[in-house]
């Protein structure tokens, strides 16, 4: 069983900057692309940015610019990070990793997340 664990949440003004990490250990699959995912009180869950083994990054519109994606591979543990710039108050939500496996389906249970805060 795959262990998910973010952390680095917190609360921050706007203008800010966070930085989070997440650390999915026992994976049995190999993974390709991993992912950062927010939910925000009452919305959906959405990706915000995303990275493959290689190193190609991709990110939501709403974070282009401000938000950058970087990973390390060990042989069963992914560590992924996001460090959050220019931080704004619609990027309050819960922030979860996950590596996609199609636009819907993930590789690896949901974990906490950690609670991201901007205020105004």
């Known amino acids: 069983q795959v262990s998910v664990m973010e952390s680095g949440g917190g609360l921050v003004q706007a203008g800010g900057s966070l930085r989070l990490s997440c650390s999915a250990s026992?994976?049995?699959?190999?993974?390709?692309?991993v992912a950062w995912y927010r939910q925000a009180p009452g919305k959906q869950r959405e990706l915000v940015a995303r990275i493959s083994r290689q190193g190609s990054t991709t990110f939501a519109d709403s974070v282009k610019g401000r938000f950058a994606i970087s990973r390390d591979n060990a042989a069963k543990t992914v560590t992924v990070y996001l460090q959050m710039n220019s931080l704004k108050p619609e990027d309050t939500a819960i922030y979860y990793c996950?590596?996609?496996?199609?636009?819907?389906?993930?590789?690896?249970?949901w974990g906490q997340g950690t609670q991201v805060t901007v205020s105004s």
């Open positions: 996950n590596a996609p496996a199609s636009d819907t389906l993930v590789w690896w249970p």
């Open positions: 026992r994976s049995t699959i190999s993974i390709n692309d």
